[in-house]
């Protein structure tokens, strides 16, 4: 959690513990404040953490639970999208396919991303380094943060729409083992665009949403000011995700990173070990099967 106190707390105890000093009773503490403040947290409060510039970092995740990562580089066609931070690397011992969304970490950084909003050849690189890993037999991993694809006039020219669709498709066919997470904000096509995946999970403050609340607002409410209601009516929590099968597991964020990045590691372990086990006909139709149950519609009588 990003709230000040407990942020506070969190690093005294370190510091206590690094002198071997007892700290059951400050943990107890920071626990049930944790709870309190997260019983009162609204849609909007997820929001504002989904987008803070100082939560879970594409590139600093991989870092933390990949090994001997190399990156790859350019889409073959127009050029290199630096919002798209993919490559090869081993998790333990296995070898993967990683494709992250870059929003960056500094001014510089995030210029230089697009603030995570994504370019066709970003996609495009993105579906050539999924082909790939396909063709060698590696486990794909992807990592979400993006308000949204690229809007602009030179992205529509270059094919935008086309580039989501394909990967939206081709992600559907792919014959080796999928998972994504969603680490802050995942906004629209442009977030399905890597997430049509064997298992989706989410970070608990974490959103996930079909456009912003405040182009919801501005659409249906006639005012942007209106964000904060949007959100709660739009139902774009890890909470909803999970009660409306959209996600497969929310992962809390409770912990230190680097506790909450190792239990992430144990999971993409446990979990592409058993999708390995599946024949290639078998994944694509659980996969299909996923995708196909949200347009359900059901009536209670």
Known sequence: MMNPTIKRLEKEIKLLKKDNLDTSHLEKSLGILKQEIKSKMSAWDHVQMARD???????EVIASLFDDFIELHGDRYFG??????????????????????????????????????????????????????EKFNRPIITFINTPGAYPG?????????EAIAQNLMQMMELSVPTISIILGEAGSGGALALAVTDQVWMLENAIYCILSPEGFASILLKDASKASDAAESM????????????????????????????YMKQRLITELDSL???????????????????????HEH
């Open 53 to 59: 510039l100082n939560r879970y970092n594409t590139k």
């Open 80 to 133: 290199d999208d630096k919002a798209i931070y993919g490559g090869i690397a081993f998790l333990g011992s296995l070898p993967v396919t990683v494709i992250g969304i870059n929003k960056g970490t500094h001014t510089q950084d995030n210029i230089e991303a697009n603030f995570g909003m994504v370019h066709p050849e970003g996609y495009r690189k993105t579906l050539r380094l999924m082909k790939q890993a």
């Open 153 to 161: 006039v030179e992205a529509e020219e270059r094919g935008q729409g």
């Open 235 to 262: 139902k774009i929590t890890s909470k909803d995700m999970l009660q409306h099968g959209i996600v497969d597991e929310i992962i809390y964020e409770d912990k230190d990173f680097e506790e909450v990045t190792h």
């Open 276 to 298: 390995s086990k599946l024949k290639s006909h078998r994944l694509k139709k659980l996969r299909y099967d996923r995708f196909r149950k949200f347009g359900d519609v059901i």
